[in-house]
């Protein structure tokens, strides 16, 4: 079955700066990539998403990048904000039909400093 | 429009008691799933309805768990008996079949098990 890597579990940057998550999945049948934001007490939010026929989608300051010989795709945040700071999670999916399980990375705690 | 609602927000149990925690899907979303995360680690994928048929059930744990959806609409995921490694997070998320493959999480359960 499909098994998803994410790196790093942690990252601190400072307000302003760059922040990557990387993440890599094992099943060439996965062709749905959603990044979730989970903020404290509150449940998984999807804030950027990608398929396999696209090799690069943004949003404002959020973008995902997709490579399907190696199998991995990242998320880039720039100019980061405190409001960031949260709990991400990448997931891979074989969206057929109406249906798709998620199969999610661990998660990366982003942590922006002012 | 209401989101995806889940109660209890925590439970704290004793080994060997029961709990239910209850979702109640977006209006209209005939696709519901339960995923759990345990200790930090990945979210999980538990199972996946259809309108009140199980669809995939091949994330469930184990026979201690029941998931119920009567009638389509809200869904119940009982344990019974709990067992300490039961304790983590459950989510609740839910899409509309055909539609926009985003799945939209509810805040979850935390159930601690002592």
């Known amino acids: 079955g499909e098994n998803v890597e994410q790196h790093p579990s942690t990252l601190s940057v400072q307000e302003g700066d760059s922040a990557v998550i990387k993440c890599t999945y094992s099943?060439?049948?996965?062709?749905?990539f959603p990044w979730y934001k989970q903020e404290l007490g509150k449940g998984p939010q999807l804030i950027i998403d990608?398929?396999?026929?696209?090799g690069e989608k943004k949003d404002q300051r959020i973008a995902v990048t997709l490579n399907k010989t190696a199998k991995h795709f990242s998320l880039h945040i720039t100019e980061t904000q405190p409001e960031d700071s949260a709990v991400y999670f990448c997931?891979?999916?074989?969206?057929?039909?109406?249906?798709?399980?998620?199969?999610f990375g661990a998660g990366t705690r982003l942590a922006v400093h002012p | 429009e209401a989101g995806v609602t889940q109660f209890p927000s925590h439970s704290v149990i004793e080994k060997g008691q029961t709990v239910t925690l209850r979702c109640d899907p977006i209006?209209?979303?005939?696709?519901l799933y339960w995923y759990r995360r345990v200790m930090g680690k990945e979210i999980k994928f538990l199972l996946h309805?259809?309108?009140?048929?199980?669809?995939?059930e091949s994330g469930m744990p184990n026979n201690r768990f029941l998931a119920e959806r009567t009638g389509g609409t809200y869904s119940t995921l009982k344990v019974q008996p709990a067992e300490l490694e039961d304790s983590g997070v459950y989510f609740c998320?839910?899409?509309?079949?055909?539609?926009?493959?985003?799945?939209?999480f509810g805040a979850g359960t935390r159930l601690s098990v002592l």
């Open positions: 309805f259809v309108k009140e048929s199980k669809q995939d």
């Open positions: 998320a839910s899409t509309l079949f055909g539609g926009s493959n985003i799945q939209y």
């Open positions: 997931a891979a999916s074989p969206f057929s039909g109406g249906y798709n399980k998620l199969i």
């Open positions: 099943d060439s049948a996965s062709n749905y």
């Open positions: 990608i398929r396999s026929n696209v």
């Open positions: 209006s209209g979303h005939d696709n």
